[in-house]
Nanobody
Framework: QAQLEESGGGFVQAGDSLRLSCAAS????????MGWFRQPPGKSREFVAS????????YYTDSVKGRFTISRDNGKNTIYLQMNRLKPEDTAVYFC??????????????WGQGTQVTVSS
């Protein structure tokens, strides 16, 4: 059964870094453009970053440009999100998912549980 498992979240101070991982199982992610999304407390899920299936193109929401980097390792069936210079407004549950048109979820996988990132000021 296809599934995604996010990991790497935690409680950090503003300015710190975290690296999130998203491991796919049951279905290879090499055929899909993939993305990261986040859901801040009390808000809807929002797009953060995406990467083309080949790794050749990346896209970011404006608020994370220059701080976050998305990458993938198709051989490990995993995508990553390196988050630097974290801010309290980055606090959210982070999810990964296949995407279309750079930022639209394409739920070929069931949504995972996500990983919590909490940034204190």
């Amino acid at each position: 059964q296809a599934q995604l498992e996010e990991s790497g979240g935690g409680f950090v101070q503003a300015g710190d870094s975290l690296r999130l991982s998203c491991a796919a199982s049951g279905r290879t992610l090499m055929y899909y453009d993939m993305g990261w999304f986040r859901q801040p407390p009390g808000k809807s899920r929002e797009f953060v970053a995406s990467i083309r299936r080949s790794g050749g193109g990346t896209y970011y929401t404006d608020s994370v440009k220059g701080r976050f980097t998305i990458s993938r390792d198709n051989g490990k069936n995993t995508i990553y999100l390196q988050m630097n210079r974290l801010k309290p407004e980055d606090t959210a549950v982070y999810f990964c998912q296949a995407i279309v048109r750079e930022s639209i979820p394409n739920p070929v996988y069931p949504w995972g549980q996500g990983t919590q990132v909490t940034v204190s000021s």
